[in-house]
């Protein structure tokens, strides 16, 4: 016998989410519980007893198909059109006025992703021939539950502030949602040593980094990178590790073919995270927040950041709760940065996941 997901009352229609590009299947059970992601079309429903704390919008068939999900992403795509209009108007909220100068522009990767002026990352070391600016954004999700740098992959021209950045922001976990190349394409420049190899040493910052471990992790599709980056002050020397997840499983503009590496990637960086702020809380030392990174830093990143969120909101979401949680959020990380979420599947993607998360209560 099925039941509703929603009422637990038998009935006839599925809930279905599309997801373009979804290219295998994926089956999951658990206790009796079913989840299929079955191409071309998700179907989620649950044998022999209800499912629990599943919130309304996530069990309301209706807002999970394919036309309710995409007028929902048009209306976010055009509040955003609207707020861009003033981007060069330094007085105007969303500003990017800073980023569209011909300095800054040498420091992007994609002229049309930069950050807003409000929330720009400021490097802080002065140094000759540079500036403060580096194509990245602090987002917050609400109640500050989740705190991120949202970045782009360095250019060649912008590994050392990079690494600055890393070091001024007390960031421990760097996630990277993307290979150095795709289809031919530079989308990021290599900025960690090879195993085995030199540390990477920039002496206008002071900073040298090393590559400690290097090990492929095969429940997050992920290279976990363990880094050892020292800081060169006048006689003193600062030493601390960071933590890089490099997920190789995630095309551009696209998403992964099914939810359980990516939230396999955000549960292990969730419990990184956490080790290094225990430490730091023994050691009364500061940990900031973690930095997150694709090719432009804003598709796969800003898809990252809600499936993440989500999944620390749900807790405090009341079960009578009709907003859309996700969507909502979108907006709210669209306001911090362009484009997070970049696509309609992307868009799609992060009710999947968090759906798939829920089903199978890992």
Not at 208 to 224: F, Q
Not at 269 to 287: C, G, M
Not at 315 to 331: A, H, M, R, T, W
Request: net charge negative; aromatic share 10%.
């Amino acid at each position: 016998m099925e039941y509703n997901i929603e009422t637990g009352s038998n009935f006839n229609t599925n809930a279905h989410i599309v997801i373009p590009k979804l290219r295998h299947t994926y089956n999951t059970r658990r206790s009796n519980i079913y989840l299929h992601v079955i191409y071309p079309e998700t179907k989620c429903t649950m044998s022999g007893q209800q499912l629990p704390n599943i919130p309304l919008f996530l069990s309301d068939a209706q807002n999970l198909v394919q036309a309710t999900l995409s007028a929902k992403f048009r209306l976010i795509n055009i509040a955003e059109i609207e707020r861009c209009r003033h981007a060069n108007d330094p007085s105007d909220r969303f500003s990017m006025a800073t980023a569209l100068t011909n300095a800054s522009m040498e420091c992007n990767r994609y002229s049309d992703i930069v950050p807003f002026d409000y929330n720009r990352v400021r490097l802080i070391k002065q140094r000759p021939n540079k500036t403060d600016y580096i194509n990245a954004s602090y987002v917050e999700a609400p109640g500050k539950v989740r705190r991120y740098i949202a970045t782009q992959g360095p250019l060649d021209t912008t590994i050392d502030d990079f690494w600055l950045m890393v070091w001024e922001q007390y960031s421990t976990v760097i996630v990277m949602l993307t290979r150095e190349t795709e289809k031919g394409r530079n989308k990021c420049s290599k900025y960690w040593p090879d195993e085995g190899s030199l540390p990477m040493v920039f002496p206008d910052i002071g900073l040298k980094i090393g590559l400690e471990s290097e090990e492929l992790d095969p429940n997050t599709t992920c290279v976990v990178r363990t880094f050892r980056v020292e800081k060169f002050e006048d006689a003193h020397v600062e030493v601390r590790q960071i933590t890089q997840l490099h997920f190789i499983g995630w095309p551009d503009q696209g998403v992964p073919d099914s939810p359980d590496n990516v939230l396999n990637l955000v549960d292990k960086t969730n419990e990184i995270q956490q080790r290094y702020i225990d430490d730091a809380n023994l050691q009364q030392s500061k940990i900031g927040p973690i930095v997150v990174h694709c090719s432009a830093g804003c598709g796969r990143t800003g898809t990252f950041c809600t499936v993440d969120s989500t999944l620390a909101l749900l807790p405090e979401f009341q079960p009578d709760d009709k907003s859309d949680l996700i969507y909502n959020l979108v907006g709210h990380f669209r306001e911090q940065r362009r484009t997070m979420v970049q696509t309609l599947g992307q868009f799609q993607y992060c009710y999947l996941a968090v759906l798939s998360k829920l089903v199978t209560n890992r």
